[in-house]
């Protein structure tokens, strides 16, 4: 045996659970990093914010000298007209200047905002397919289709609004709120003074607030990947679901579902409108205790009445963008938690990397050896000790009852998983201490449920080895014995087939991807259960067609079947894991054992 025959850590599913899960703030700054790329514009949308914010300041700014120096003057004739007049325009030409400037900053900044949000939802589409493709197999299984729809389409839409929300809202509000206090201590530090002391009220009650939305904002998510489990099911199994009457049973488990994401959707709202009205109460609370010690300020000839209003006008200013910001504070909390089940995909590893000097496969040359191959999922043993050779171009065929580890045993000669002990051998080197594109270069599978993409017919053929010419695919179809009806489509093998391919009847959808693998000119070629959908008439031409295979490559079929084994070279009967029998079917039909029994079934 060889080195690398020994155990081995089975391949990743994700990676550990973090002792303490990530909190919001940890989950959005890791997603606004995702922006990084674009620092560029996003330092625009500073400096647009910035003007954004100054021009606003800018116009209260000149209510104190407008006021102090023009008015007043004015009213009690303590100025000349001539200098009321210069100074009168003076100021309005400023205020000209603000209101021609402010228009264009915002369009660009809000222009630009957009553009990094939507190049930064490009990414995240993009990371989650990558990831998602990359995932090992086991990944797969543990979690369902509807799940990682849903966080490939609603949790991603959640977190690219909470990046929308930071870009277009947050940066400039916190920029217009930041330039209020200065501007407000700058005007009077000590009406300023008074404003800060009712921050914390405000703080403490977002916080408490933000942590509820967050808890409640991460349940209804999980149940957003439920409906949508939910309602693939119902979409995949139509017709199976009106032919046995189950729309109400299905409808009435759609609504408790549905009922249930309300629930949960409606406490994220509770706390969060509830944040926004402590809110609305809190800052005219404030507004009011402070221009009401100002107004005495201004009785007692403490402070004038320019800089009076000059502060309130700076405080009115202040009010809306930090209205705002309590707005959509709980928004983006909530959003934290798209963003972590978003994170839960692309936290996950890729498939088990090649080993170190990981050689290429040159085809099959000597034999397949299985050397003690056990395989488990978790406490699930599998398959236990399966020892095995297979020679070049031998046809071999493996039958059970179902649950027996057939598949399973397919699953790890492609490499979707790696034997937990034992090894795998190809002419004597472990699969594992092959290049896996490689290894996979020379293997190709017919699966039990034929599956097609919505293009046309020849593309799916294609698939099986890109480079094919349009000679090479008919060929391909001719062998799998698929030629006579794609040519008798309306547009032959231009025919386009539809989601799924369900255009198609479920044996020519069969045909089609054995044409595609019979394509790949693999030296390995495995049928799983690859002629379940066919009537007989097909089956014995497909039939035909592993025959004329035969010697050419090695072929592995698991069946049920007794007329697609019976011409195999040899024939292995697994049963808890382990082969309990082999031989030619002859050999097998003439002793007791599992094999005969399986016989007696289906002749029964």
């Known amino acids: 045996m060889s080195p690398s025959a020994g155990a ?48 606003r300041y800018g116009r209260a700014w000149l209510i104190q000298p407008s006021l102090d120096e023009v008015v007043v003057p004015f009213s009690s004739g303590r100025a000349g007209a001539g200098d009321l007049e210069s100074i009168a325009l003076d100021l309005a030409l400023l205020y000209a200047v603000t209101y021609v400037i402010q228009p264009f900053a915002v369009f660009f900044r809000s222009y630009s905002a957009h553009w990094v949000v939507a190049s930064v939802r490009r990414d995240l589409d993009q990371d989650i397919a990558r990831r ?16 990682f729809l849903a966080r490939a ?19 400039l509000n916190s920029q217009i709120v930041l330039m209020g206090f200065v501007a407000l201590v700058a005007t009077s530090w000590q009406l300023a003074s008074l404003t800060l002391l009712g921050m914390p009220v405000l703080l403490v009650v977002l916080s408490y607030f933000g942590k509820r939305v967050q808890t409640q904002s991460q349940r209804r998510q999980e149940t957003q990947g439920d409906l949508s489990q939910r309602l693939l099911a119902i979409l995949s199994g139509i017709k199976v679901i009106k032919a046995f009457q189950g729309q109400d049973v299905e409808e009435s488990a759609y609504t408790i579902q549905t009922g249930k994401y309300f629930r949960r959707h409606m406490k994220v709202v509770w706390n969060g409108v509830a944040s926004r009205a402590v809110g609305e109460l809190v800052n005219p609370l404030i507004a009011c205790i402070v221009l009401g010690v100002g107004l005495w300020a201004v009785l007692d000839e403490r402070l004038s ?3 009076l209003f000059q502060f309130g006008a700076c405080l009115g200013i202040l009010y809306k963008p930090l209205k705002t910001l309590i707005q959509h504070y709980p928004k983006i909390i909530e959003a934290s938690a798209g963003a972590r089940r978003v994170f839960q995909v692309l936290d996950l590893e890729d498939e088990p990397p090649d080993a170190p000097g990981a050689r290429a496969m040159e085809g099959l040359r000597h034999r397949i050896v299985f050397r003690d191959v056990h395989f488990d999922y978790g406490d699930d043993p599998i398959l236990q000790g399966i020892d095995l050779e297979v020679a070049p171009g031998e046809v071999v065929a493996f039958v059970g009852r179902t649950g027996t580890g057939k598949s399973t045993l397919m699953d790890l000669v492609l490499r979707f998983h790696d034997p937990t002990r034992g090894a795998i051998e190809i002419d004597g080197i472990d699969l594992r201490d092959y290049a896996r594109r490689s290894f996979l270069d020379h293997v190709a599978v017919v699966t039990q449920e034929p599956f097609l993409f919505d293009v046309s017919v020849a593309e799916n053929i294609r698939y099986g080895r890109r480079d094919a010419t349009d000679e090479e695919i008919r060929a391909a179809a001719r062998a799998a014995s698929a030629d006579e009806f794609v040519r008798a489509l309306p547009d032959g093998y231009d025919t386009t087939v539809g989601e799924f391919g369900l255009r198609l009847s479920g044996g020519q959808r069969q045909r089609l991807t054995i044409a595609r693998a019979i394509l790949a000119d693999p030296a390995i070629l495995i049928f799983d259960e690859a002629t379940s959908a066919l009537d007989a008439r097909t089956e014995a031409a497909v039939q035909d067609a592993i025959e004329s295979l035969r010697g050419e490559r090695t072929i592995f079929l698991v069946a049920h079947r007794l007329s697609t084994i019976r011409r195999a070279d040899r024939i292995v009967v697994l049963d808890g894991g382990r082969i309990v029998q082999s031989g030619t079917h002859e050999e097998l039909a003439a002793r007791p054992g599992v094999y005969r029994d399986l016989i007696g079934a289906q002749a029964a």
Do not use: C, M
């Open 305 to 307: 009445l320019g800089v």
């Open 153 to 171: 389409l609603t949790d991603a839409q959640l977190a690219s609004q909470a990046v929308l929300l930071v870009f277009n809202e947050v940066i």
């Open 8 to 55: 081995r850590p089975a391949d990743p599913v994700s990676p550990a659970p973090a002792a303490k899960p990530a909190s919001a703030s940890a989950l959005l700054w890791r997603l606004l990093r995702r922006a990084r790329p674009y620092g560029f514009v996003i330092a625009a949308l500073f400096v647009l914010g910035l003007i954004v914010a100054g021009v």
């Open 132 to 147: 998602l493709l990359a995932a090992p197999l086991r990944a797969h299984r543990s979690g369902t289709s509807g799940d």
